[in-house]
């Protein structure tokens, strides 16, 4: 364990910093000043080199890239050019939305998608099968953007239960911040459902014909506790895979979702930061979120060895 | 025991909705299509910056009210010297800013001497180029003297640009900021909110909201719905056309469309090829159908223009009738100028939906004169760099939005390279001159100019389309400037 924490350690920093020295050039060929940004159509030249000064970017490019690096590895993100406020601060802000939202999103979705699709490999080729696989096909090709202003019309606009977007903010409350996020967990929650308990559904299937769970069932377990004690147990190795792409996706792909319900999540911190060219907001995010990319790697790698044995000893090989 | 508890619980919400029901609300909420940066009106250009704080929180020496007019703002009174070269401003007693500070005359030479300083990141420096001097004769008075008679530097100093700051507090303006006006600033939930309340030192008239909220919403369904399910008592500028016509079905909401100070240019790149020649501007000019584009891309909304003024300025010149649709006209023109066999125009669009929508429909309609039109779609960051930094462009379509801004078109150097000596003789003219009628005169000369060179094709003027609460009242339905003033905002009884 102790090699595979370690290595898994030197991956990351080695992948921080390949990560950032790419953001930072390609962001850097991007056509579009800050500076310009800012100050729109009718600022004169004057003014400009004035803010271009004062925000660091007459500076060579080497000099700004390891002025930013030495400070990420210590926390210390530098301060956006738009909003004039330390990234760390901007980005905590987010966090405090878009963690819970995934973390809403994909606990939602796991609890409705693993017994659907368990269920539905139980019951395979009858009409039960047939009825929560028809769902998921619709769930699969519904877009969550569209779940969501369904949602808004109703909840919201018609049954006026809910607010029809914006984030009340924890400090409101853990209710009101709550209430906030459901709506778009749930929309961002069923078509992600939909992919897992399909993808559930054909692992079971598959492990069902495996030897062990013969065996199994040779030695006397009844077709239920078999299913769940062995065959649902080795089938989540895909579903946990599934799980991880997922999270890493909810965590900052969630740009379409957070814009239907006005939430201010890293999603549209990003989306923003690029369109006003604050490189620094940027090239912050998009580094932390590949560190959490690994990290959500790692404890998926993590969970196989809990999940199957015979991955305890060799998942450092991966 | 059951049944008490469940009697003194219906009787506590009853009650609760009862003297919910007899107090006036005294609080609103509004929605805005994009956040501001930060909320320093003295060091961005962002309009969002000043729709949230302009009158409400900061104030400077004049303003300009819901109608366009110079008002007096933080100087009650003020006189001009005979030759026009000095301003003596009577400032109001008792002015306070929202820390505690007071304010006088001190505080105005700090705020203009820090816009006009070599490291200024004063968006529109150039409001203080006149000025020569500023000298404090006593406290409450401020002498200005100018380099040269100046007949806009009244409505200059109305801008949010030009807003009094105190020397303690102007540093941190970006995320707390401290000014004079009816409102305080309370806090920014960033990227979603800005909250304001009620300043109850205010020097003026007390302001009839306690609270003011500004929410971000940009999405226009989410915008719709928000209004729609009553999250938002009001929505200055609905990013959302098509939903109109339900809002204004719906009897708890009212529709108001005015008119904004962006003008909506399809620009030529008159340095050139092929616009150098005045007769393919004129071409372009005839053929297009300017209300066909109102209908398709705006819904309807938005007034016709000629040149580059605001249909509701004093001084604006109808020139709507000079370039009427006529393909015939057009073609002439190209074969006259050597494009009888076609041209290939490079059309950049940036992203707001008036462009993209707009640029569809000119294209479709250039078409027919043998135009053929490449649409390339850019970012904002992408077009500043490409379009107005690089001048690498034929077309792009843009609404430009500061109040007052024909002096764009005497600059050296513009995105759209007009470059005329008469122009720039006539708005020296203009700014030169002290007598209103002879100023307005001077600018419908320049309107008249700018149509008969055909420098760029005037669209049309974006329409500010306002949705709000059918009890609230004395939100502007124009904006002569960039603003949400709740001043006088209250809900009807």
């Known amino acids: 364990m102790i090699p595979f924490i370690f290595y898994r350690l030197m991956s990351l920093v080695a992948t921080v910093l390949v990560a950032s020295i790419v953001v930072f050039l390609v962001l850097e060929v991007l056509p579009g000043d800050p500076a310009q940004v800012m100050l729109g159509v009718n600022a004169q030249p004057d003014t400009l080199a004035a803010l271009r000064t004062e925000l660091g970017l007459d500076q060579p490019l080497m000099q700004r890239y390891i002025s930013w690096i030495s400070g990420f590895f210590v926390g210390d993100f530098g301060n956006s050019y738009t909003y004039g406020v330390p990234v760390a601060e901007l980005v905590a802000d987010r966090v405090v939305v878009s963690l819970p939202l995934a973390i809403m999103a994909i606990v939602l979705s796991t609890v409705l998608a693993i017994p659907l699709g368990v269920y539905s490999a139980s019951k395979h080729g009858k009409a039960p099968d047939a009825a929560v696989m028809g769902l998921a096909q619709i769930g699969v090709a519904v877009p969550n953007f569209w779940l969501g202003l369904l949602f808004i019309l109703l909840f919201a606009v018609e049954w006026k239960l809910l607010p029809a977007g914006g984030f009340a903010g924890w400090d409101a409350g853990v209710w009101p911040a709550v209430k906030s996020l459901l709506l778009p967990a749930v929309s961002l929650a069923l078509p992600q459902a939909a992919i897992l308990a399909r993808v559930t559904r054909s692992s079971v299937l598959e492990t069902l014909t495996e030897d062990y769970l013969r065996t199994a069932r040779a030695k006397g377990l009844n077709r239920r506790t078999a299913l769940w004690r062995h065959a649902v147990r080795n089938a989540l190795i895909p579903v946990v895979t599934i799980m991880g792409l997922q999270f890493s996706f909810l965590l900052a792909g969630t740009i379409i979702i957070e814009s239907v319900f006005t939430l201010p999540g890293l999603g549209r911190l990003i989306f923003q930061a690029i369109a006003q060219r604050d490189l620094i907001v940027v090239e912050t995010v998009i580094v932390l979120l590949a560190v959490s990319v690994i990290l959500v790697n790692f404890i998926v790698d993590l969970t196989y060895g809990l999940l199957d044995p015979r991955l305890r000893g060799g998942a450092h090989g991966h | ?493």
């Open chain 2, 1 to 493: 025991m059951k049944r008490k508890i469940i009697t003194l619980g219906v009787a506590g919400i009853a009650f609760a909705a009862m003297t919910a029901g007899a107090q006036a609300k005294d609080s609103l909420s509004m929605g805005m299509v994009l956040e501001p940066p930060h909320l320093d009106p003295t060091a961005g250009s962002a309009a969002a910056i000043d729709e949230v704080v302009y009158a409400n929180v900061f104030e400077g020496l004049t303003r300009i009210d819901r109608n366009g007019e110079v008002k007096p703002a933080l100087a009650e009174s003020w006189s001009v010297s005979e030759d026009g070269l000095t301003y003596n401003f009577k400032l109001h007693d008792g002015v306070t800013f929202h820390d505690g500070a007071v304010f006088d005359c001190s505080d105005v030479m700090f705020s203009f001497e820090r816009a006009m300083a070599d490291d200024s990141v004063n968006a529109q420096k150039r409001l203080f180029a006149p000025i020569s001097s500023i000298a404090c004769p006593a406290s409450d008075k401020v002498a200005i003297t100018l380099k040269e008679p100046t007949g806009t530097f009244l409505s200059d100093l109305a801008w949010g640009d030009a807003v009094i700051v105190d020397p303690a507090s102007a540093a941190d303006n970006k995320t707390n900021p401290v000014g004079t006006g009816p409102f305080k600033f309370k806090r920014w939930v960033k990227g979603d909110r800005v909250e304001l309340v009620r300043y109850d030192n205010y020097w003026g008239d007390k302001v009839a909201l306690a609270s003011a909220t500004f929410k971000f919403v940009s999405d226009p369904s989410a915008a719709t719905a928000a209004m729609m399910a009553g999250d938002l008592d009001a929505f200055a500028n609905i990013p959302a056309p098509e939903a109109l016509p339900a809002m204004e079905a719906n009897p708890n909401l009212k529709v108001h469309v005015g008119t904004t100070e962006g003008e909506t240019i399809l620009a030529l790149n008159n340095g050139a090829k092929p616009f150098d020649d005045i007769r393919v501007r004129r071409a372009i000019a005839y053929a297009l159908d300017r209300q066909s584009i109102i209908d398709g891309a705006m819904f309807g909304q938005g007034a016709l223009i000629g040149s580059h003024v605001a249909p509701h300025n004093p001084a604006y010149v109808d020139l709507t009738g000079r370039y009427p649709l006529n393909q015939d006209e057009a073609k002439k023109l190209l074969a006259e100028a050597g494009y009888g066999d076609g041209l290939t125009l490079r059309l950049m669009l940036p992203p707001p939906s008036y462009a993209r929508r707009s640029g569809e429909i000119i294209a479709a309609q250039l078409a027919e004169i043998g135009v053929d039109v490449e649409i390339i779609p850019l970012e904002w960051a992408q077009w500043l760099d490409q379009v107005f930094k690089r001048t690498d462009y034929d077309m792009t379509i843009v609404s430009h939005t500061e109040p007052a801004d024909i002096e764009i078109y005497a600059r050296d150097k513009y995105y759209f390279n007009y470059h005329s000596p008469e122009f720039k003789e006539l708005y020296k003219k203009y700014v030169a001159t002290l007598d209103p009628e002879e100023a307005k005169k001077i600018m419908g000369d320049l309107q008249r100019k700018l149509s008969e060179d055909s420098v760029n094709v005037f669209l049309f003027q974006l329409p500010k389309q306002g949705v709000w609460n059918a009890k609230v009242q004395g939100l502007w339905e124009n904006s002569p400037i960039q603003a949400n003033d709740l001043t006088e905002v209250h809900w009807a009884q």
